[in-house]
C-alpha cells in the first residue's frame, strides 16, 4: 500500500535511521478500507464492504457507539478472516 511506503520514506529522511527495506507478507493477507468505501448500518449492526451487494455475516466481539472511520479485513494462515475497525468516538 502507498501510504506504508509512504510513511517508510517520510520516517527515513527525518530521522535518517536507514532505507526503507520490503517486507514480505506471504501468509498474511489483508486490506485496508476508508470510511468512504464501505457502509456501516447502526441499526442493524451490519457492515457492507465496496462492491459488494450484501452485507458480511459477522460475528461480533465487541459492540461500540461512534461512527466507523476506516476498518482493516485480514485474513489468517487458517483461512480466518477478522475485521477490525477505527471508530471516532466522543469522551463524556
Known amino acids: 500500500m502507498l501510504k506504508h511506503l509512504d510513511k517508510g520514506f517520510k520516517s527515513f529522511f527525518k530521522s535518517g535511521f536507514g532505507y526503507p527495506k520490503f517486507k514480505n ?3 498474511h493477507q489483508s486490506a485496508s478500507y476508508m470510511s468512504n468505501s464501505f457502509k456501516w448500518d ?19 466481539s465487541r459492540s461500540f ?12 494462515k487458517l ?7 477505527l471508530v471516532k468516538e466522543s469522551i463524556n
Do not use: D
Not at 447502526?42 to 461480533?60: D, E, G, H, V
Not at 483461512?79 to 475497525?85: E, M, N, R
Open 25 to 27: 507478507k506471504h501468509n
Open 79 to 85: 483461512g480466518k478472516y477478522f475485521v477490525s475497525i
Open 65 to 76: 457507539t461512534g461512527t466507523p472511520s476506516s476498518l482493516t479485513v485480514s485474513k489468517t
Open 42 to 60: 447502526k441499526n442493524k449492526q451490519a457492515l457492507t464492504l465496496s462492491k459488494m451487494k450484501q452485507p458480511l455475516k459477522i460475528k461480533w
